[in-house]
């Protein structure tokens, strides 16, 4: 419920953040208005179509011309929260519908890159390694400040219920709209026009088109682009003021100083001061605390029963039910609980990768059993919350680590193996994934793990080259596996005859791992000590339970320190046990003795 109505120009900080949590986000205007946060809605709204109807950005029209493409658009509103859950902003979007813009539905391009994952997480590590801070820039209405070809541009008609003060019904758009097909293709290279222009010394990773690496006056400058998000990594500060100057007088754009929030993630940069005044990373770490208690409240997790001490049950294996028995009304709940857990356990939360992928198959075929399991891995998220993802710097270990496993025969609907891999760079975890062995079914064990390992190859050459491109290194990835057959049958010259069925693909990894310009080293290690056994299968309790944490999810999440603190905790839990039962079984023979003494001068007095 709504505890505080403030006015329409006042500051979202002068009322209690918790007055809008219980509101839903209108999904239309209509609902907006009846909304009793209307004041706040309707100034988001005018401050969006202020900013649309700027000049050069748009011409306001009363009419449209006879026979023009004119295309509807709507609003999209979004209470927008910190990462602690307190109010930022209200947020009105307009967007259009270019799907129904058939001019040049043929021709033109609507490709625009997006950075992965596994790049940010380098970018941050690469922050710690070379001692550089993370700073965040912020462009407002970003697609509204790209160019449309005069060819290209559309007229748009403003959201149903919505009326002008000065009687506009649309505009004709000269810049890019939310939601119209090309509009991520001009604002993609709008930004990269703006990099190449002010920045020609960056270089544009040939891998990951959104990252650019270089040197400004002999000092490494990193920048990382996500849509209207911009990420610049430097340890000079006369660097990042120039770039601050550069970006605040080509976009409209916001500066929120270190990286504290990022894709909904909580960024956490721990800093050391130097002598100079000049501060640099000494750890970050990455959680969704925030994200997994809004998730419980979503889909009505009880947090106040024991939760369970692993994400699923030791050897699930759930039934694929025949098409005539799917209950399709747990359709669209499953799903959005998969989708929302999959962006859990690829952001920061490996430990329950394997277990989501798994009933991820399930989305298009759902079972009561298959949304049960979810919810608990939501609960089993909720448990272990303030589990973050740690990133330090170890300059003993290896540039790249790799680890890759196969569990053989897995899935028993399938009989397909699935493969596991993790990579770590400088000792900090920056790739993971877990995936079917769909294209083959190993015969035999030593097969399973062989295609795992040209699969983890083939991700891990990825990282390497974006490394190489800017920072030359000879030194092989070091890839662990915990079978010795397939160390021997990648680095010996002749190929086995149990492995001639195999497609060729897979061989790749031969090539790798051999020669004098190997980009693999093969080195076997025992199966407790691989990483990505994780990755392939639902563990045990005694390896993967709460508040025990095991090996493989602290080495995953950097969380040693935690673990030591939780065991700490678990033996004092039991000595206050110990101690109250001792308390209570003196009390009870002080109690007895009373009573032995009473009868005893019952006994005399008779």
Known sequence: MLLALRDADSDPADFPSDAFMDEPDPATYRQARLSPNWRQWHKAIQSEIDGILQPDRADPVTAFPPGSTVLPSKFVFKLKKLTDGSLDKFKARCT????????????????????????????????????????????????????????????????KGYIHPKGYVGAYMKKALYGHRTSGRLWSETAHRFMTDRYPTLSRSTYDECLYIGWIDTQLFIVLIYVDDFIVACADELSRARFHTDIMSTFQATYSGVLNQFLQLRVDVQTETLPTGESYPTRIELSHERSITDLCAKFSIDTDKQPPRSPMAEGLSLPIPPPDTIDRSIETPLRSLIYSLLWLARTVRPDIYYHVT????????????????????????????????????????????????????????????????????????????????????????????????????????????????????????????????????????????????????????????????????????????????????????????????DKFTARLLDIKDRRVKLVEKLRAAEAQKLHAQQQQLQQQQRQDQIVLASLQRQNLIG
């Not at 390694?129 to 209405?141: A, E, F, G, I, T």
Request: with cysteine; glycine share 2%.
């Open 96 to 159: 259009t519908r270019g799907d129904m813009d058939r001019t040049f539905y043929e021709e033109a391009e609507t490709f625009a890159p997006t950075p992965q994952l596994t790049t940010f997480r380098l970018l941050l590590a690469l922050c710690l390694k070379h001692r550089l801070m993370p700073y965040h820039y912020d462009v407002s209405q970003a697609f509204l400040q790209a160019l449309i070809p005069e060819d290209e541009r559309y007229y748009v008609r403003f959201p």
């Open 358 to 549: 798994y009933l991820a198959q399930f989305c298009h075929q759902p079972t009561v059993e298959a949304l049960t399991a979810a919810k608990r891995i939501l609960h089993y998220a909720y448990s272990t919350r303030e589990y973050t993802l740690g990133m330090t710097i170890d300059s003993t270990a290896p540039q790249l680590t790799a680890f890759c496993d196969s569990d053989h025969a897995g899935d028993t609907a399938t009989r397909n193996s699935v493969s596991g891999y993790c990579l770590y760079f400088h000792g900090m975890l920056i790739d993971w994934w877990s995936k079917k062995q769909k294209s083959c079914t190993a015969l035999h064990s030593t097969e399973a793990e062989y295609v795992a390992m040209s699969e983890a190859c083939t991700s891990a050459l990825a990282i390497y080259n974006t490394l190489t491109e800017f920072f030359p290194s000879a030194e092989p990835i070091t890839i662990n596996v915990d079978n010795s057959a397939v160390q021997t049958l990648v680095t010996q010259r002749a190929l086995s005859s149990k492995l001639k069925h195999i497609a060729v693909r897979y061989h790749a990894v031969r090539n790798w791992c051999q020669g004098p310009l190997r980009k693999f080293t093969p080195v076997w290690i025992p199966t407790d000590d691989n990483q990505s056994d994780i990755f392939t299968k639902a563990l045990p309790i005694t390896k993967h339970g709460v508040p025990i944490i």
